[in-house]
């Protein structure tokens, strides 16, 4: 298909449409995106979206939302699923695209859902301050007993002869799943950035950080990065830094 892709999504945060963005960066393919628009005008057309009846598909809950010719696609996995393959970012091997989607689906577990739900341990419908002495319980548990868990896992992955040599998560076969796992880094590092510098100075992690880094310095993305497309964290996204819950591990 020629048609361009298109992200709809909101603007002023990375928010769960950014890795969508990643891969279409890395990939180095033309796309659209809403982030473009101002933020009225973004917010208005991801309604427009959500109130439609779905164009064929179930009706949509929430962005991102790919639209490519006909098609639309949403949830951020099944986005990611779809590029993947058509990008070159889905490993090379027979059933390599569902070993990418389930490292993907993990770090999308562990290091995003959990940390959004360490400043929103009670609903996503009352904002931060009125669930704040819950919020900086939930984050002294998450940082002293759920961060070393994950981070011990992906170790574990990158450490796993299996994969065969290389610094990715499929070895020397870079995926989107190396990409998913970077951004869920970057955001835990601006929310948490006390544990993570903690972390990274224990040593027991040191492959982690350094796919963390490895990523960055890639060609594309790093120009992504550094470019006004690649939006600020802020204290209304998916990551959110708050000074209260900033802890280390004891």
Known sequence: MSAPYELI????????????????EEAGVPYKDTQSLSFDEARETVTTWLAGDGHGNPPYFAPPLLKHGDLVISQTPNILLYLGP?????????NDLYRVNALALTALD???????D???PI??????????????????????????????YWQRVL?????????WLLGDTFTYADLVLFQCLDGTHYAFPKAMKQARETGKYDKVFKLWEDVKARPNIAAYLASDRRQKYQDWGVYRHYDDNDVVAE
């Open 159 to 167: 450490e796993n002869e299996e994969r065969g040599p290389g610094p």
């Open 118 to 120: 360490t400043h929103h």
């Open 110 to 116: 562990g290091l995003s859902n959990e940390v959004h």
């Open 86 to 94: 058509k990008l070159g970012l889905a490993g090379s091997r027979e």
């Open 9 to 24: 999504y909101y603007t002023g945060v990375p928010g769960r449409g950014e890795h969508v963005r990643l891969i279409l």
């Open 123 to 152: 609903t996503a419908m009352l904002p931060w301050e009125d669930q704040k002495e819950e919020s900086k319980r939930r984050s002294k548990e998450w940082v002293q007993n759920r961060l070393p868990t994950i981070l011990a």
